[in-house]
């Protein structure tokens, strides 16, 4: 069966679509079998051309019924949902049939009391820190409220994706030849940690060892990114 993730949060423009095609790509980048399904019924399909994954539309309940039933009889696929926001009915339903659930969220006060709310409403789901800043002294400030606000869900927070203008290239209807580095190990270093937390083993061919990825950057004291086991949906 396919693992299913889905990326909600009862708020817009978080990053949910941005991480669901960061993910996709970097689990295709990995070697491991993607579809990124839309759900969000203002967004039009892209296309599939260059993209180390599949689209799936699913903006009307038949289609993602249809797609959910498909995507579970498919062996080692892992399916992306990208939920559409603001929609807590839609939210309840994924959450109820995914494996993995995202909540995406940005460093402002009112992203990090929505994330909140929803770690509460759901309590399977992670957190992920998107857009975050790589100033230091922003990223610092941006790690002190997570820590301030979230220390009760500290082991339900990931690692960070940081801010990086080339994501938007992944939400063009068509994709560029060749994506820029960044944006490649971008994507590699959120699959990665999903991976991880899905306990899928991987090999990863394109180790990167420039010093690009900045994973390792979060001070463990103040806020363990790591993983306790635990949290996710038995089947
Ligand atoms: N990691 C990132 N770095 C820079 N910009 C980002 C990142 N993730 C998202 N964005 C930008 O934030 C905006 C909202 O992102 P989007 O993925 O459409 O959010 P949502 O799907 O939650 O509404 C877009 O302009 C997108 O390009
Ligand atoms: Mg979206």
Redesign the pocket.
Known sequence: MAEIICVIGNK????????SHMLCQGLGLLGQRAACVLTDTSREPLVPAGRRYVLADARTRDSLTKVVDKLRTLENWIGVIDGG?NRTEMDRKLYALSDLVLL?FRESHEDIRTVLRDLEMFPRAYAIP??WPTNPWQREAADRSVARLLGAHRDRILRP?????S??LL?QKQLPEQLPTPLANACRAVARQLLEVLEIDFIDHNEDTSGEEQDERLSPAEMPMRLVGGARRSH
């Open positions: 817009g423009g978080t990053g949910k679509t941005t991480l926001g995406p998107t857009q994706v940081n801010a990086l203008s994501t938007k939400l």
